[in-house]
T-cell receptor, first 112, second 113 residues
Framework: AQSVTQLDSQVPVFEEAPVELRCNYSSSVSVYLFWYVQYPNQGLQLLLKYLSGSTLVKGINGFEAEFNKSQTSFHLRKPSVHISDTAEYFCAVDLGFQKLVFGTGTRLLVSP | ETGVTQTPRHLVMGMTNKKSLKCEQH?????MYWYKQSAKKPLELMFV???????ENNSVPSRFSPECPNSSHLFLHLHTLQPEDSALYLCASSQGDSNYGYTFGSGTRLTVV
């Protein structure tokens, strides 16, 4: 079975500071990993994904994530956040057969 | 706009009502999904349709009834719901395997009173 764990339910950070949102997965097979962002009153938007190849994946809005197989992690990072980055962030793993399993989400709160 | 449109955006219904949620995608995708998003819970996959055939039903109560008349449209018919069914219902679509990523609609905020 595969699952996704996002340990931090909320991460407060000041504007222009760096941020890391943690994601760990459990899987015994090759995985495809995703990060989605949800702004208030909207659906989920794909930020980035890891399928294969380079372990450092760059996404939209200046975000990047690093796939670490030995630590079964896929943490999301941004070197300098903006107020507009305030949103809910979801990590997800592909179960195959057209099924994505999502974590419980991390709320990023950026304050001035 | 993401290319996946959900209507209505908000819905308030009584426990004895019958209503339907609609999802439409103009992306040429061949798979569509219903997810339920409740506070403090992971997104729950409810139904998966691939090439208009249901391929997944995650033990969803029968008071939720999906319909996929063609590859562009997906409905969720609701009847005799309970207050705990209040949530954000998200529709998504994808092309082929999900490793291409899903495209989500903005959701329908459902409140059952």
């Amino acid at each position: 079975a595969q699952s996704v764990t996002q340990l931090d339910s909320q991460v407060p950070v000041f504007e222009e500071a760096p941020v890391e949102l943690r994601c760990n997965y459990s899987s015994s097979v090759s995985v495809y990993l995703f990060w989605y962002v949800q702004y208030p009153n909207q659906g989920l938007q794909l930020l980035l994904k890891y399928l294969s190849g380079s372990t450092l994946v760059k996404g939209i809005n200046g975000f990047e994530a690093e796939f670490n197989k030995s630590q079964t992690s896929f943490h999301l990072r941004k070197p300098s956040v903006h107020i507009s980055d305030t949103a809910e962030y979801f990590c997800a793993v592909d179960l195959g057969f057209q099924k994505l399993v999502f974590g419980t989400g991390t709320r990023l709160l950026v304050s001035p | 706009e993401t290319g996946v449109t959900q209507t209505p955006r908000h819905l308030v219904m009584g426990m004895t009502n019958k209503k339907s949620l609609k999802c439409e995608q103009h992306l040429g995708h061949n798979a569509m999904y219903w997810y339920k998003q409740s506070a403090k819970k992971p997104l729950e996959l409810m139904f998966v349709y691939s090439l208009e055939e249901r391929v997944e039903n995650n033990s969803v109560p029968s008071r939720f009834s999906p319909e996929c008349p063609n590859s562009s449209h997906l409905f969720l018919h609701l009847h005799t719901l309970q207050p705990e069914d209040s949530a954000l219902y998200l529709c998504a679509s994808s092309q082929g395997d999900s490793n291409y990523g899903y495209t989500f609609g903005s959701g329908t905020r459902l409140t059952v009173v």
